[in-house]
């Protein structure tokens, strides 16, 4: 199983950026699929979560600026509005299927950059 983002870029404070990623290959149907994301020097941190049939989140610090969606149950978008500064980071695509001993998949990493 292959994960597959696109749509990083560079954009300035205030815009938008749509990413998306596809799983390539069989996957468990019953799965959540996230996004995570880590800036220069700090920890990868998880940014939103869609489970199939399940409510998608997204964590405070993009609370009403981000939002996750499931066009199905091999892809996954993310709408990022009012960028700034601070959400420069590479962010990664993670499957994680929901059955016992479930593997977990990640994807390579788009870099989001926005200018101030």
């Known amino acids: 199983v292959q994960l597959a983002e696109s749509g990083g870029g560079l954009v300035q404070a205030g815009g938008a950026l749509n990413l998306s990623c596809v799983a390539f290959g069989s996957i468990f149907s019953a799965n959540a699929m996230a996004w995570y994301r880590q800036a220069p020097g700090k920890q990868r941190e998880v940014v939103a979560v869609s489970v199939t049939g399940g409510t998608p989140r997204v964590v405070d610090a993009v609370q009403g600026r981000f939002i996750i969606s499931r066009d199905n149950a091999k892809k996954t978008t993310l709408q990022m509005h009012s960028l700034n500064p601070e959400d420069t980071a590479v962010y990664y695509c993670?499957?994680?299927?929901?059955?016992?001993?479930?593997?977990?998949?990640w994807g390579q990493g788009t870099q989001v950059t926005v200018s101030s």
């Open positions: 993670n499957l994680r299927e929901l059955r016992s001993g479930g593997p977990t998949y």
